[in-house]
T-cell receptor, first 114, second 112 residues
Framework: DSGVTQTPKHLITATGQRVTLRCSPRSGDLSVYWYQQSLDQGLQFLIQYYNGEERAKGNILERFSAQQFPDLHSELNLSSLELGDSALYFC?????????????FGDGTRLSIL | AQSVTQLDSHVSVSEGTPVLLRCNYSSSYSPSLFWYVQHPNKGLQLLLKYTSAATLVKGINGFEAEFKKSETSFHLTKPSAHMSDAAEYFCVVSGPYNDMRFGAGTRLTVKP
């Protein structure tokens, strides 16, 4: 058990809809990361937060947004969903976000767009 | 900028034989390197990390990796494969701000 909790585990919705994915980091970790994993794109970094502030952005679409709250949990919001957004979304956390620290991953949220 | 290349998309071994998963990296910085394993429908689990200390890094479940700067490689090995090792393995390079870049993954199959 990594200590990172993601909810829900599965989400099925339709095109054009909006969903929110939730992540609780490991106790004591200040940095949260979001990743998208799909068969054709592999594992893609989306965005990183550190102690409530956005620190780095990767391949995140404008339809997607995220935030980290004062209690350090994070939410990833996906809107105007398209079929291609179907993927496994992972949250990871690390202690301070420095490069030599490993990230600890949750089990992911599987998003299916019908 | 940094990147990793996993040289094999699929490796198949027999149970009890050695495992070698190959990874080359490119980094503008002194890199931090990691190997993660992903079992089906699970998140990624850290196997081991290299952060400029010993070049031979020991990880969990009998895995180890050797950092070779001259070859820009960080190959993952295990002396004897077990059926439970069957999974997807990712080599990862990280810059100073933990901006990780993942390889495409190597699927390890272990035959009985």
């Amino acid at each position: 058990d990594s200590g990172v909790t993601q909810t829900p585990k599965h989400l099925i919705t339709a095109t054009g809809q909006r969903v929110t994915l939730r992540c609780s980091p490991r106790s004591g970790d200040l940095s949260v990361y979001w990743y998208q994993q799909s068969l054709d794109q592999g594992l893609q970094f989306l965005i990183q937060y550190y102690n409530g502030e956005e620190r780095a952005k990767g391949n995140i679409l404008e339809r997607f947004s995220a935030q980290q709250f004062p209690d350090l949990h994070s939410e990833l919001n996906l809107s105007s969903l398209e079929l291609g957004d179907s993927a496994l979304y992972f949250c990871a956390s690390s202690e301070t976000g420095r490069g030599n620290q490993p990230q600890h991953f949750g089990d992911g949220t599987r998003l299916s767009i019908l | 900028a940094q990147s990793v290349t996993q040289l094999d998309s699929h490796v198949s071994v027999s149970e009890g034989t050695p495992v070698l998963l190959r990874c080359n990296y490119s980094s503008s910085y002194s890199p931090s390197l990691f190997w993660y394993v992903q079992h089906p429908n699970k998140g990624l689990q850290l196997l081991l990390k290299y952060t400029s200390a010993a070049t031979l890094v020991k990880g969990i479940n009998g895995f180890e990796a050797e950092f070779k700067k001259s070859e820009t490689s960080f190959h993952l090995t295990k002396p004897s494969a077990h059926m439970s090792d069957a999974a997807e393995y990712f080599c990862v390079v990280s810059g100073p701000y933990n901006d990780m870049r993942f390889g495409a993954g190597t699927r390890l199959t272990v035959k009985p």
